[in-house]
C-alpha cells in the first residue's frame, strides 16, 4: 500500500468518524418523546439464534445481547413514568459489512430483530407473536466505501443496534393505545 493510499484511507476514516459522532444518537440528548406514563421493566436480549446469511464480520451472542441492551437502555431508560413495560428482543439474524473493495463493493451493514412488548401490571403481550424490525445500514460518506473500513465491528453494532432501538420507539409510537395515548393523527392524502 503506497503512502498516498494509506493517508487517503486514514483521512476517510477520520472523516467517517466525524460524521458517525456528529449524525449518532443526537436525538438521544433531546427529551425523549412522549409515552404516556412509561418506565421500561425487563430488557431482555437473545442473541443465540441469530442467522448469519453471507459474508460478514463474526460477532458472539453475548456481544450482540450487550450491544442491544445498551442501546434500550440509553433511549428508553431516560422514562421515569409509573407503568411498567418489559421488552423481549430477539436478533433473528444479521450481517455486519466487512471490508469490502471500497467504492466497487462496500457491503453494508443489516440487522433483523423481533421484538415483543409486554405490560407488566397485567402481565399481557401487547403485540401477540411479536414484530419484526429489518434494519439496513444508511447510506452515508463512511458508508459508502464500506463501514467495514471505517468501522471497528463494535462501533457497526452500536449503530445498528442504536437504529433497532429507535425502530422500537417508532413502533411504540404507532400504538398510542398502549400508553393510554390518544390516537395518531392520520396524514392526509397526496392531492
Given at each position: 500500500?503506497?503512502?498516498?493510499?494509506?493517508?487517503?484511507?486514514?483521512?476517510?476514516?477520520?472523516?467517517?468518524?466525524a460524521l458517525?459522532?456528529?449524525c449518532?444518537?443526537g436525538?438521544?440528548?433531546k427529551?425523549?418523546?412522549?409515552?404516556?406514563?412509561?418506565?421500561?421493566?425487563?430488557?431482555?436480549v437473545?442473541?443465540?439464534?441469530?442467522?448469519?446469511?453471507?459474508?460478514s464480520?463474526?460477532?458472539t451472542a453475548?456481544?450482540?445481547e450487550?450491544?442491544?441492551?445498551q442501546?434500550?437502555?440509553?433511549?428508553?431508560g431516560?422514562?421515569?413514568?409509573?407503568r411498567?413495560?418489559?421488552?423481549g428482543?430477539?436478533?433473528?439474524?444479521?450481517?455486519?459489512?466487512?471490508?469490502g473493495v471500497p467504492v466497487?463493493?462496500?457491503?453494508r451493514?443489516?440487522?433483523?430483530?423481533?421484538?415483543h412488548?409486554?405490560?407488566?401490571?397485567?402481565?399481557?403481550?401487547?403485540n401477540?407473536?411479536g414484530?419484526?424490525?429489518?434494519?439496513?445500514?444508511?447510506?452515508s460518506?463512511?458508508?459508502?466505501i464500506?463501514?467495514?473500513?471505517?468501522?471497528?465491528?463494535?462501533?457497526?453494532?452500536a449503530?445498528?443496534?442504536y437504529r433497532a432501538?429507535?425502530?422500537?420507539?417508532?413502533?411504540l409510537?404507532?400504538?398510542?393505545?398502549?400508553?393510554?395515548?390518544?390516537?395518531?393523527?392520520?396524514?392526509?392524502?397526496?392531492?
Amino acid at each position: 500500500m503506497t503512502i498516498l493510499a494509506r493517508f487517503m484511507r486514514s483521512l476517510l476514516m477520520v472523516a467517517g468518524l466525524a460524521l458517525l459522532a456528529a449524525c449518532g444518537a443526537g436525538d438521544l440528548k433531546k427529551p425523549p418523546v412522549p409515552l404516556g406514563d412509561f418506565v421500561m421493566g425487563l430488557n431482555v436480549v437473545v442473541a443465540d439464534t441469530a442467522q448469519v446469511p453471507g459474508i460478514s464480520r463474526q460477532v458472539t451472542a453475548d456481544e450482540w445481547e450487550a450491544a442491544m441492551k445498551q442501546a434500550m437502555v440509553d433511549r428508553f431508560g431516560r422514562y421515569e413514568g409509573s407503568r411498567i413495560y418489559n421488552f423481549g428482543i430477539n436478533i433473528e439474524g444479521y450481517v455486519l459489512a466487512p471490508p469490502g473493495v471500497p467504492v466497487v463493493a462496500s457491503p453494508r451493514s443489516a440487522l433483523i430483530v423481533r421484538v415483543h412488548v409486554f405490560e407488566d401490571a397485567t402481565q399481557t403481550q401487547l403485540n401477540p407473536g411479536g414484530k419484526q424490525l429489518t434494519l439496513v445500514e444508511g447510506v452515508s460518506a463512511e458508508s459508502f466505501i464500506g463501514s467495514g473500513w471505517t468501522q471497528t465491528k463494535e462501533e457497526q453494532m452500536a449503530k445498528m443496534a442504536y437504529r433497532a432501538a429507535l425502530s422500537v420507539q417508532n413502533y411504540l409510537l404507532d400504538n398510542p393505545e398502549w400508553f393510554g395515548l390518544p390516537p395518531k393523527e392520520p396524514v392526509p392524502a397526496a392531492k
